[in-house]
């Protein structure tokens, strides 16, 4: 986006979710109670990681980033929506819709790579357990979430600068209550299709290659423990299924967003999916990782035991 369309235009003005009042309130009571969920469960969980030396563990650690990781990606966007509900405040300058639309595709992708990371410590602790600590040591734990921080805001980088090297001009109404690059694009005043194909062609690079990965390793797993006893794979199950049924809601909901059909009909769908990867799904995060998780449920008893004392 060139320097004259950053200082001449007065920033975009945000849909929302609906203009009716009693549904306003409905939702506006609804998301913050998620988003309040979504803070106190993520925040519960990466203090309990961090003050508790039993879960000092590659699995956790990257529970840990991603609990994290799903405060502030809520956050990017959720307390925007919050405020057009409550009074109504749709605008937003250029430059914050820019920063909005930059971090939400950063966290998502870095959690689309975090997801990536604990597929394959799973693959290592069940597949080559006499060489995990070898293999998922503290260095190269913290070399391979590094990685996923770093490679995430690449990518981000690299959307938004396709997004906003478009020339933006009287159209300011995005139908969405958030930045997003679908929405943003349609809004310049020129051809847009090339940046659309390679907007879209970037992700489905990255979800594809990311959520194969996933899918391998699992395949590998079960694999694996169809030839072991009933005892191991119980475990195996126990162990994998939280991770999996996140996975399976944090890239069916985006997926069904960036590489769905890109017509006037699927806005209402887009909105709809967002709301569930953006706020439901990180809510839940905590609850799916501790519902099945006996030595999180463990510490959890003892962090809330010894503060009755």
Not at 35 to 43: A, I, K, Q, V
Not at 69 to 94: E, H, N, Q, W
Not at 182 to 204: D, H, M
Request: one cysteine or more; a positive charge.
């Amino acid at each position: 986006m060139g320097p004259e369309n950053v200082t001449t235009m007065e920033g975009f003005i945000l849909l929302g979710i609906t203009d009716e009042r009693d549904l306003k309130i409905f939702c506006f009571v609804l998301f913050l109670t998620f988003y309040l969920f979504n803070l106190s469960g993520n925040l519960c969980i990466v203090l309990l990681i961090t003050i508790d030396h039993s879960l000092y563990k590659p699995m956790y650690y990257f529970l840990a980033n991603l609990s994290f990781l799903d405060i502030f990606y809520s956050t990017t966007t959720v307390p925007k929506m919050l405020s057009g509900l409550l009074v109504g405040d749709k605008r937003i300058s250029i430059f914050g819709c820019i920063a909005q639309l930059h971090f939400f595709h950063f966290l998502g992708s870095t959690e689309a790579l975090l997801l990536t990371s604990m597929s394959y410590d799973r693959y290592v602790a069940i597949c080559n357990p006499l060489r995990y600590h070898v293999l998922m040591g503290r260095k190269s734990c913290l070399q391979l979430a590094s990685c996923c921080w770093f490679i995430g805001f690449l990518y981000s980088l690299l959307q938004t600068i396709i997004t906003f090297r478009l020339p933006y001009c009287n159209r300011r109404q995005v139908t969405h209550f958030y930045c997003d690059i679908k929405p943003v694009i349609k809004l310049a005043c020129a051809n847009t299709n090339q940046s659309e194909l390679l907007v879209s062609g970037i992700f489905a690079i990255v979800a594809v290659s990311t959520f194969s990965l996933i899918i391998v390793s699992y395949i590998i797993i079960s694999y694996l423990v169809a030839h072991q006893s009933s005892k191991s794979r119980s475990k195996a199950f126990s162990t994998c299924s939280a991770h999996l049924t996140v996975v399976l809601l944090f890239y069916g909901t985006a997926m069904c967003t960036y590489l769905g059909p890109d017509s006037e009909a699927s806005i209402e769908s887009d909105r709809i999916a967002a709301i569930l990867f953006a706020l439901i799904t990180p809510s839940l995060n905590p609850v799916i990782y501790t519902l099945r998780n006996k030595e999180v449920q463990k510490s959890l008893r003892n962090m809330f035991s010894s503060s009755k004392y």
